[in-house]
Nanobody, 114 residues
Framework: QVHLVESGGGLVQPGGSLRLSCTASGITFSLYAMGWYRQAPGKQRELVASITNFGSTVYADSVKGRFTISRDNAKNTVSLQMNSLQPEDTAVYYC????????WGQGTQVTVSS
């Protein structure tokens, strides 16, 4: 059974940083392209960053240059380093397969506010 557990969210001031982590179990993690998604109140869930099993990355224009996705296949983890956070980054953040086909975890709340 697939299990995704996100952590690392919190309240941060504009311009601040956070590092999110996601631990996966129940899958052969090293074979999966993974992604970080976010869902803001009243909006659809969107993919903000993805990383292939070989480490190639793609970012949404809204986060390019500020967010960095990485993975550690030995630990079954995918991380998202978020810098220069802005209020519009406020959302619940989730990890999943790049195509969103796995069961969703509970996510981790990121709130950017002064």
């Amino acid at each position: 059974q697939v299990h995704l557990v996100e952590s690392g969210g919190g309240l941060v001031q504009p311009g601040g940083s956070l590092r999110l982590s996601c631990t996966a179990s129940g899958i052969t993690f090293s074979l999966y392209a993974m992604g970080w998604y976010r869902q803001a109140p009243g909006k659809q869930r969107e993919l903000v960053a993805s990383i292939t099993n070989f480490g190639s990355t793609v970012y949404a224009d809204s986060v390019k240059g500020r967010f960095t996705i990485s993975r550690d296949n030995a630990k079954n983890t995918v991380s998202l380093q978020m810098n220069s956070l802005q209020p519009e980054d406020t959302a619940v953040y989730y990890c999943n397969h790049k195509s969103g086909v796995l069961a969703w975890g509970q996510g981790t709340q990121v709130t950017v506010s002064s």
